[in-house]
């Protein structure tokens, strides 16, 4: 074999580097659910002990901690003082919920991928999928912890204005369904924005809807948000002026269906809004960072949903907007644009 040494060397480096993100994932789960990364954040510079300390924690799982988050780079290490700081861009990603950048959550998620592997392993053999109701608990509220930072800063500023005309008909009061709605974070926020509005949240997950449930009266917007189980391809009431699909699509079994569904759900000039992970429709111009996050997100938990449902299409999260583009169509759903976009998201405008 004609090994070159260089491209070897360099290779590991990228595997070593790989490795301690993979093994630091679960530390972040343990940073974030144990309120280290936020008090750090709020009270440091601090030592182990002072963190311990503050925390209710042990000095020693503290210690050692610090010194992984420090060799990361996700916080700061002071050899004089002997004490760790978060710097505000570190914090922000880590510590600050609320921030546009969070990223706290992703531990959840990586641990559900974990615990979910056996059944996955085992549908890579027989094909079969492996249903949202089938998944560890961690997987629902990390995937909305997840994507609230998305939705929080982008959906009522940015995504419902690209859309043409739907803020003036939010703002009368309009009548609105946010489908595969999960624990309704999107549908909460919305409602938040838009009080003369209704909305209604769809999932076939009960758990979720549950969940969603809950989040909407200790928000005391149970008024004006209702959840219901429901799927994609059935869900009732007619004439909406809005339905949304956030981060959903692609994990239905039936796309099309779903969308045929919607056509009949909408009022003649009603739209329908189409939030997707964002993708090129090439694979050769995926293949980068955020196509490798959701190319894995894709294979461990959109796929299997996908393909335990009918039809199984699979369309994946990186379907792209060409794909999408025809699955709308073929559901009679052919006005269809890009919206807008972020370097996460493709926001796709449907309409009849
Ligand atoms: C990735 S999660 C997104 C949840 C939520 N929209 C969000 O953005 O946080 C996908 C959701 O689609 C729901 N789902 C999958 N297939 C569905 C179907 N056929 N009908 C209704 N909901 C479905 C799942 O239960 C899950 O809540």
Same mark, same amino acid.
């Given at each position: 074999?004609?090994?070159?040494?260089?491209?070897?060397?360099?290779?590991?480096?990228?595997?070593?580097?790989?490795? +301690?993100?993979?093994?630091?994932?679960?530390?972040?789960?343990?940073?974030?659910?144990?309120?280290?990364?936020?008090?750090?954040?709020?009270?440091?510079? #601090?030592?182990?002990?002072?963190?311990?300390?503050?925390? +209710?924690?042990?000095?020693?799982?503290?210690?050692?901690?610090?010194?992984?988050?420090?060799?990361?780079?996700?916080?700061?290490?002071? *050899?004089?003082?002997?004490? /760790?700081? #978060?710097?505000?861009?570190?914090?922000?990603?880590?510590?600050?919920?609320?921030?546009?950048?969070? #990223?706290?959550?992703? +531990?959840?998620?990586?641990?559900?991928?974990?615990?979910?592997?056996?059944?996955?392993?085992?549908?890579?053999?027989?094909?079969?999928?492996?249903?949202?109701?089938?998944?560890?608990?961690?997987?629902?509220?990390?995937?909305?912890?997840?994507?609230?930072? +998305?939705?929080?800063?982008?959906?009522?500023?940015?995504?419902?204005? *690209?859309?043409?005309?739907?803020?003036?008909?939010?703002?009368?009061?309009?009548?609105?369904?946010?489908?595969?709605?999960?624990?309704?974070?999107?549908?909460?926020?919305?409602?938040?924005?838009?009080?003369?509005?209704?909305?209604?949240?769809?999932?076939?997950?009960?758990?979720?809807?549950?969940?969603?449930?809950?989040?909407?009266?200790?928000?005391?917007?149970?008024?004006?948000?209702? /959840?219901?189980?429901?799927?994609?391809?059935?869900?009732?009431?007619?004439?909406?002026?809005?339905?949304?699909?956030?981060?959903?699509?692609?994990?239905?079994?039936?796309?099309?269906?779903?969308?045929?569904?919607?056509?009949?759900?909408?009022?003649?000039?009603?739209?329908? #809004?189409?939030?997707?992970? /964002?993708?090129?429709?090439?694979?050769?111009?995926?293949?980068?960072?955020?196509?490798?996050?959701?190319?894995?997100?894709?294979?461990?938990?959109?796929?299997?949903?996908?393909?335990?449902?009918?039809?199984?299409?699979?369309?994946?999260?990186?379907?792209?907007?060409?794909?999408?583009?025809?699955?709308?169509?073929?559901?009679?759903?052919?006005?269809?644009?890009?919206?807008?976009?972020?370097? /996460?998201?493709?926001?796709?405008?449907?309409?009849?």
């Amino acid at each position: 074999m004609d090994v070159d040494t260089d491209k070897l060397n360099a290779f590991m480096g990228k595997m070593v580097g790989d490795l +301690g993100a993979a093994l630091n994932a679960s530390l972040i789960l343990v940073g974030d659910k144990l309120g280290l990364y936020k008090t750090l954040a709020e009270k440091g510079p #601090m030592n182990s002990a002072e963190l311990a300390q503050t925390t +209710g924690t042990a000095e020693r799982y503290v210690r050692e901690w610090l010194a992984t988050q420090a060799a990361s780079g996700y916080v700061d290490y002071d *050899a004089e003082t002997k004490r /760790f700081s #978060m710097q505000p861009e570190q914090a922000l990603a880590l510590a600050n919920e609320d921030s546009p950048v969070f #990223m706290g959550a992703i +531990g959840n998620l990586v641990a559900a991928t974990f615990l979910d592997e056996p059944k996955i392993s085992e549908a890579f053999k027989s094909g079969r999928g492996v249903g949202w109701n089938r998944r560890s608990e961690c997987l629902f509220c990390g995937t909305a912890r997840f994507f609230r930072t +998305g939705y929080k800063h982008h959906l009522v500023q940015e995504w419902l204005p *690209a859309l043409d005309g739907v803020m003036e008909k939010l703002q009368r009061g309009a009548s609105v369904a946010d489908v595969g709605c999960g624990h309704g974070v999107s549908t909460r926020l919305m409602a938040e924005a838009f009080p003369k509005s209704r909305f209604v949240g769809f999932d076939y997950h009960e758990g979720s809807i549950e969940a969603a449930r809950l989040g909407a009266r200790q928000a005391g917007l149970a008024e004006r948000v209702t /959840f219901d189980v429901a799927s994609a391809k059935s869900f009732p009431g007619r004439g909406y002026d809005l339905i949304c699909f956030f981060d959903c699509l692609h994990d239905m079994g039936d796309p099309i269906g779903a969308l045929r569904h919607v056509h009949e759900a909408l009022a003649p000039d009603g739209t329908c #809004m189409l939030v997707e992970p /964002f993708a090129n429709d090439r694979l050769e111009d995926n293949l980068n960072p955020v196509g490798r996050v959701y190319y894995a997100a894709s294979t461990m938990i959109c796929t299997p949903s996908s393909l335990d449902q009918e039809v199984g299409l699979a369309l994946g999260a990186q379907a792209g907007e060409g794909r999408l583009r025809e699955v709308a169509r073929q559901a009679g759903l052919s006005r269809f644009r890009r919206a807008t976009e972020t370097p /996460f998201n493709l926001i796709l405008e449907a309409r009849i």
